[in-house]
């Protein structure tokens, strides 16, 4: 029998191609070469499935992000790696988010307003982001009186959101996508010395 975690990749890549409501569990188990019996068995019904689909698309999020930035050479190189994937990454989120807002609202929900899972999530995050500030602030890339915490705020609360709620970007004008390029673009602007402005310009500008 098909490894569980293979099921949930492959239902999750389904979902985001076609769509949560166009997605049947026949369809599922077809696509998967087991019998509708076994699927149920394993996930119970397709709302479980999709909630533990939906956890699987932020971890795989999660993921890419540090396999990405692992060979960076510096924290400002670290964060321009952040913005090669995120097209296909925001398209994804934002498809599934929006099938599963529309069609399951409970699961969206349960999972957007998750306490524990959500702060579990947004902690790590802020860690990395926290590490990140003050090994720039080290390298002379950021600016040294800066005040950390309040940074870290306010990159969190613009980048987390944007990932968990990409709705909320609807009527802006811009395309979530976008909205994440300039939220890490004028936010590291915003923090860096000369010596980090200089950086961000020639990765920008595709100088390195």
Known sequence: MLDKQHIIAETTRM??????????????????GISKRTLYELFGDKENLIGQCLAYHFESIDQLMKQRTMKARNVIEEFIYLLDDWDSIMDGNMKLMEGIKKFYPRIYEEATQDKEKGEYRLNMFKNKIRDGIRDGIRDGFFLPDINVELAIMIFTDS?????????????????????????????????????GIRLLDEYTLGKR
Request: net charge positive; proline share 4%; no cysteine.
């Open 15 to 32: 979902f985001i191609q076609q769509g949560v409501r166009a997605i049947r569990m026949d369809d599922i188990a077809s696509h998967m």
């Open 159 to 195: 980048v987390y959101g944007l990932i968990t709620r990409p709705e909320r970007y609807s009527q802006s004008n811009i395309t979530p996508s976008e909205a994440f390029k300039y939220i890490v673009t004028y936010f590291f602007r915003g923090i860096s010395t000369q010596k």
